[in-house]
């Protein structure tokens, strides 16, 4: 049964989504679907909140290495559901005075504001800087030219990063005759992202799709059931 | 000089690209930029409109990528305000909502005849990624009952005529992963033949160069296509050229050419290390 009911729901609603895409009278039946969807991916957010804060826990109560970084993680967890639910700081919207909670959630001042200011920006932003260090160090220690398609690799990325640049147009000015300024970085770039890169792409996304086509119908008939997890 | 740059300590390779992102941002260095195909593909499908065509806006990325994508996103805003294009915003990632309230800012500050609700309007965030794009094609209501200040749809001027996203005259993606430009051109763009252009992360872009130009009718791939579509406003509109705020892309061009000139020369440098290690009969 706890697998036959969750096995049950796929099925059907895969059809149905199906169905509402080629038979115009079931395109209620699709809508209905994704409403049931959009319900259930907020409980999953609810589940995911659940889970992450179980894994954090039961690492605490073990002891494991880095317990401390978990500690911090549900306190963050905790300490901004707080704040954002109590919606601290925030004004009721003007539409509706009476109402203690009606306003907006990241209005300016406000504590939820205040977290996401001064620790999600900064926070995500430097993340996400840290890769041009790591891409440096990677490029100096790891980018070699051990063979054909690596060198190839190589010289493509060398035209793409320059071609990128004013360089791309700067290393030609002046010298290069008309007939040969396709071999400017920036009109190489474009051809290398409007000819190989597409053509590639365009296989691997035509691959892609036949499997995802292959697994789905797999799921729809019940033939695949990994989703489902093990019991 | 082999040995030195063999065990060079990586900390080196790590101020010499702080150098090179550092010096240009406080020299202020900002090159020309020669506007590409694709650049220019944007451009003209938001130009091309008619005035007052409706456009729906959607921010899916969050403060990580903002460095690569706030510029364009910017870009989009000062461009469809100077057509005097209606601008539906949404997001699909919950701190994409944030992103959207700095383009309203930006309306608000540097356009103040357009009025909210009667030139622009923001949804907020949705869980549920492409349902939700699935959803407002077909009803939006039916997602979005209320705008982000708690107004009903039918209420608002912009909106009251509004059924679903297909009344939308273009659909302006700018996306850093999933659900994102991938979702609205597999959901929107291609069943329902929505005209759709994206600013993407330089990851993103090449995955999406097979879309043009039935799919989506141009892509503008990170802050180099960011600038060349800021240089193609700026040709157009006298205003937008001489606002500082509207050259941001432009002014990150200057520390993109130093460090990719950086990584060309340790790209080199690390393969002469290692042919000359091969050749002693090290590597």
């Given at each position: 049964m706890k697998r036959f009911v969750p096995l049950v729901i796929a099925i059907v609603a895969g059809f149905v989504l199906l169905i509402a895409n080629f038979i115009p009278y079931a395109e209620g039946w699709g809508l209905t679907a994704q409403e049931w969807f959009n319900i259930l991916a907020v409980g999953a957010m609810v589940l995911g909140g659940g889970n992450l804060i179980k894994l954090q826990l039961m690492k605490i109560s073990s002891k494991k290495a880095g317990w401390g970084y978990a500690a911090v993680t549900v306190v963050c967890f905790f300490a901004a559901i707080f704040i954002g639910m109590g919606k601290f700081g925030v004004h009721p919207n003007e539409l509706y005075p009476n109402y203690a909670w009606s306003g907006y959630y990241l209005e300016e001042g406000s504590g939820m504001w205040w977290i996401y200011q001064h620790m999600i920006v900064p926070l995500t932003s430097t993340m996400f800087a840290m890769l041009a260090f790591y891409v440096a160090t990677a490029a100096f220690r790891a980018f070699r030219a051990k063979n054909t398609e690596a060198t190839l690799l190589l010289v493509t990325a060398g035209i793409v990063l320059l071609g990128r640049t004013y360089a791309g147009v700067w290393l030609f000015e002046g010298w290069l005759p008309d007939w040969l300024l396709w071999l400017r970085f920036d009109n190489l770039t474009v051809w290398i992202m409007d000819v190989p890169n597409t053509a590639g792409t365009r296989a691997i996304t035509i691959g892609i799709a036949l499997g995802v086509v292959a697994t789905s119908l797999r799921i729809l008939l019940g033939v695949d059931r990994s989703y489902l997890g093990q019991d | 000089m082999y040995n030195t740059l063999k065990n060079l300590d990586r900390r080196w390779v790590f101020l010499s690209m702080f150098l090179a992102v550092s010096i240009p941002i406080l020299a202020k260095t900002v090159f020309p930029e020669v506007v590409s195909k694709q650049a220019k593909l944007v451009f003209d499908a938001i130009e091309d409109l008619p005035d007052g065509s409706n456009i729906l806006l959607s921010y899916d990325f969050d403060p990580a990528s903002q460095g690569e994508l706030l510029p364009m996103a910017q870009a989009f805003t000062r461009h469809c305000s100077a057509k005097g294009h209606k601008q539906y915003y949404m997001a699909l990632w919950p701190l994409g909502s944030p992103m959207v309230d700095l383009s309203v800012e930006t309306i608000e500050s540097e356009y103040p005849d357009m009025v909210y609700g009667e030139d622009f309007v923001k949804f907020d965030y949705k869980a549920g990624g492409e349902a939700v794009i699935r959803m407002i094609t077909q009803d939006l209501r039916g997602m979005f009952p209320l705008d982000s200040k708690g107004v009903s749809l039918d209420k608002i001027p912009m909106t009251?005529?509004?059924?679903?996203?297909?009344?939308?005259d273009l659909i302006v993606n700018v996306s850093a992963g999933d659900p994102g430009t991938k979702q609205w051109v597999q959901f929107a763009a291609t069943p329902f033949g929505i005209t759709t252009v994206s600013g993407c992360t330089g990851v993103q872009a090449p995955q999406m160069y097979p879309y043009i130009p039935e799919q989506l009718a141009g892509v503008l791939g990170a802050i180099k296509a960011a600038a060349e579509y800021e240089a193609a406003i700026d040709a157009v509109y006298p205003d937008i050229n001489d606002n500082p705020k509207a050259q941001e892309a432009k002014r990150r061009m200057g520390p993109q050419l130093v460090a990719h000139s950086l990584m060309i020369g340790l790209i080199i440098l690390g393969n002469w290390i290692f042919y000359v290690g091969r050749k002693r009969g090290e590597a």
């Amino acid at each position: 049964m706890k697998r036959f009911v969750p096995l049950v729901i796929a099925i059907v609603a895969g059809f149905v989504l199906l169905i509402a895409n080629f038979i115009p009278y079931a395109e209620g039946w699709g809508l209905t679907a994704q409403e049931w969807f959009n319900i259930l991916a907020v409980g999953a957010m609810v589940l995911g909140g659940g889970n992450l804060i179980k894994l954090q826990l039961m690492k605490i109560s073990s002891k494991k290495a880095g317990w401390g970084y978990a500690a911090v993680t549900v306190v963050c967890f905790f300490a901004a559901i707080f704040i954002g639910m109590g919606k601290f700081g925030v004004h009721p919207n003007e539409l509706y005075p009476n109402y203690a909670w009606s306003g907006y959630y990241l209005e300016e001042g406000s504590g939820m504001w205040w977290i996401y200011q001064h620790m999600i920006v900064p926070l995500t932003s430097t993340m996400f800087a840290m890769l041009a260090f790591y891409v440096a160090t990677a490029a100096f220690r790891a980018f070699r030219a051990k063979n054909t398609e690596a060198t190839l690799l190589l010289v493509t990325a060398g035209i793409v990063l320059l071609g990128r640049t004013y360089a791309g147009v700067w290393l030609f000015e002046g010298w290069l005759p008309d007939w040969l300024l396709w071999l400017r970085f920036d009109n190489l770039t474009v051809w290398i992202m409007d000819v190989p890169n597409t053509a590639g792409t365009r296989a691997i996304t035509i691959g892609i799709a036949l499997g995802v086509v292959a697994t789905s119908l797999r799921i729809l008939l019940g033939v695949d059931r990994s989703y489902l997890g093990q019991d | 000089m082999y040995n030195t740059l063999k065990n060079l300590d990586r900390r080196w390779v790590f101020l010499s690209m702080f150098l090179a992102v550092s010096i240009p941002i406080l020299a202020k260095t900002v090159f020309p930029e020669v506007v590409s195909k694709q650049a220019k593909l944007v451009f003209d499908a938001i130009e091309d409109l008619p005035d007052g065509s409706n456009i729906l806006l959607s921010y899916d990325f969050d403060p990580a990528s903002q460095g690569e994508l706030l510029p364009m996103a910017q870009a989009f805003t000062r461009h469809c305000s100077a057509k005097g294009h209606k601008q539906y915003y949404m997001a699909l990632w919950p701190l994409g909502s944030p992103m959207v309230d700095l383009s309203v800012e930006t309306i608000e500050s540097e356009y103040p005849d357009m009025v909210y609700g009667e030139d622009f309007v923001k949804f907020d965030y949705k869980a549920g990624g492409e349902a939700v794009i699935r959803m407002i094609t077909q009803d939006l209501r039916g997602m979005f009952p209320l705008d982000s200040k708690g107004v009903s749809l039918d209420k608002i001027p912009m909106t009251k005529n509004i059924k679903n996203i297909q009344d939308m005259d273009l659909i302006v993606n700018v996306s850093a992963g999933d659900p994102g430009t991938k979702q609205w051109v597999q959901f929107a763009a291609t069943p329902f033949g929505i005209t759709t252009v994206s600013g993407c992360t330089g990851v993103q872009a090449p995955q999406m160069y097979p879309y043009i130009p039935e799919q989506l009718a141009g892509v503008l791939g990170a802050i180099k296509a960011a600038a060349e579509y800021e240089a193609a406003i700026d040709a157009v509109y006298p205003d937008i050229n001489d606002n500082p705020k509207a050259q941001e892309a432009k002014r990150r061009m200057g520390p993109q050419l130093v460090a990719h000139s950086l990584m060309i020369g340790l790209i080199i440098l690390g393969n002469w290390i290692f042919y000359v290690g091969r050749k002693r009969g090290e590597a």
